[in-house]
């Protein structure tokens, strides 16, 4: 579920406050601890802007790279490493890791994808093949 960048924010607020714990001010505004946790540390690293809801972003292999390298390299959690480049899921840098594992540096090469066949193509090559 997508949460307003009013409620992240009155929920990190009142967390930072000091008026409850994780568990407790999640459970107030009806959301994940996880959630909350991931909003908090957003807000640490970049200030409330981070929490403004963002349309879909792409990175470019080198973005990937960095913080491949960065998560392999450092003895942080995934959601953390996430927080820390601003990306909105740790299931993103996981997913980069584990194509990194597999395949290192050409994980993140982008690849034009094929085109298929034309219909006329595959109705001309058809009727190449049939026998009289």
Not at 30 to 57: E, K
Not at 63 to 76: F, N, T
Request: one cysteine or more; a positive charge; charged letters at 25%.
């Amino acid at each position: 579920m997508k949460h307003s960048f009013e409620v992240k924010l009155a929920a990190v607020n009142h967390y930072l406050a000091g008026h409850a714990g994780i568990i407790s001010t999640a459970k107030l505004f009806q959301l994940s601890h996880t959630s909350l946790s991931h909003w908090i540390n957003l807000f640490l690293l970049h200030g409330p802007r981070a929490l403004d809801c963002r349309h879909r972003r792409s990175y470019s292999p080198e973005d990937k790279l960095c913080v491949v390298l960065y998560a392999l390299g450092h003895s942080e959690s995934l959601p953390r490493v996430a927080a820390r480049f601003n990306i909105p899921s740790h299931n993103t840098v996981k997913n980069w890791i584990k194509g990194y594992r597999k395949s290192g540096d050409e994980a993140f090469i982008r690849r034009r994808k094929e085109k298929s066949m034309t219909r006329s193509d595959d109705t001309h090559e058809n009727e190449a093949n049939m026998t009289p």
